[in-house]
RNA sequence: GCCCCCAUCGACUAGCGGUCCAGGUCGCGGCCCUUUCAAGGCCGUAGCACGGGUUCGAAUCCCGUUGGGGGCACCA
């Protein structure tokens, strides 16, 4: 993976770079991270410690340390002054310039695309090292390969037209061609390359709205990928074990951030309970909220089949951890339902779930009212809501006080 | 403008010449369940861009058209 240092790491490279990872895991290789920094001017500091959190947040661990394009400066100024003294480049302006050949095509076999033929009279005179001495990045990058030894250079199809140049390149220091893939871009829902307006597109945003990495992982692998007409639902392991670059599509693919959400759902309805909390206090954490852990995970087994994100949370147990403020025209004249409810629970023993059901019910059916009928002021007195976990167990977490408390104001406004 | 790539339901895709009057998933619609919302169950909606070939036979192969995307920097 070679991104260049320009800010947050973008949900598209990480596409690319999971297949990448895929591949190298899939086939008991490496997976190499290089900062391709050669473009001082728009380098951006934090940059590069942005791009790793997120890269460990996903689970996308690389091998050996990263490098830094810029390093190889010397190197690359070395290998241009050799070609110019091979006559394979000149000097242009200050700048050193390869010399393309003019006939003939170049062409290689890319992985998911086949064969990819460019005349070569088409290709232009490559800048190899700018007039201020720092490499370029379709020179520095082959050479790059080179040193490093890859093997496949599984990029974007944005690279397609750098190709044919940097294959001259290699043929002419006399190296060996990796394998290029060029794999599709992910595109938005207008078919326009994902950006801000079609939603969350850095890995930091996907993160803050509560997306699980494995989902994110599986749902990004379906992306120009799959393993057959049936299996959606993959684990990282099975991820890796089924992954076959031979098998990417060659289109473009949208971005459905519908699919992903119910994809995030089921890997949140599937976590292990104590888990789901576990991840819920994190999030909350890094959010900046600050509540009690003992009644997150409490709140937590209420919300499980109800959220697809994390950030959902907030709003569907904030009833617990703070106050609330029902809407009086919700609480549909409800007087006399809470006024029963309240008196139902006031010495209720025990003060649980099930016996909660049964004293409620027990009210409504005396007051004559259907369940929908009687349940939803309760709901919204207590829970300040109209939607809401389930009733019994939420009022069972809040406790007897406060709920006689909410049950009272609401009748108050209610009447 | 030039170069390159792509083309199956609204979206992601399976399909690699007959087993496809095209299968799965999301979405959408309906029904069931139900204390709200979800979840779950059942049913349904919707597609091989178009035109020529090749072949006994084409979603699958070839050519063209159209449409979409990407690239044309001393950016990466």
Redesign the pocket.
Known sequence: M???P?GLLHIGNVRTALFNWLYARHEGGEFRLRI????T??EVAEAVDHIQESLRWLGLDWDGPHTF?LDRMDDCRRVADELVAQGKAYQ????IRFRMPDEGVTVWNDIV???????NE?L?D??L????G?????F??PMEDVWDGITHVIR???????TPTQINIIRAIGAELPIYA?V??V?G?????LSKRHGAVTVAEFRKDGYLPEALMNFLA???????????IMNRGELVTRFDLT?V????????Y??L???N??YL?ELPGEEFAHRLLIWLGENGYDWDAELVTQAARLVQ????RLAEFPG?AGFLFGDVEPEPADLDGGAQILAAADEALASLEPFE?ASI?AALRDAADRLGL???Q???PI?VAVTG?????????SIEVLGRETTLNRLRAAAAVAA
Do not use: C
């Not at 090292?129 to 201020?132: C, F, P």
């Not at 809501?385 to 167990?393: A, I, R």
């Open positions: 070679a991104p260049s320009t391709e920094n050669t473009d001017s728009r394009q242009d302006d200050g700048a695309r086949g064969p990819v033929e460019f005349r088409n232009a490559l800048v090292v700018r007039s201020d720092r490499p370029t990045y379709n520095a990058s974007g199809e944005d690279h397609i037209s750098n060029h599709p871009n595109a829902a207008d078919g326009k390359k379906l992306l120009g990928w799959a393993p057959d007409g049936e299996t959606t098998r599509s060659a289109s473009p693919a949208q971005f459905d519908a699919k959400d119910w994809m759902g089921v309805r089949e109800k959220i697809a569907f779930a059901e259907k369940p929908r009687a349940f939803q709901r809501s109209k939607v809401s976990p389930g009733l019994f167990e």
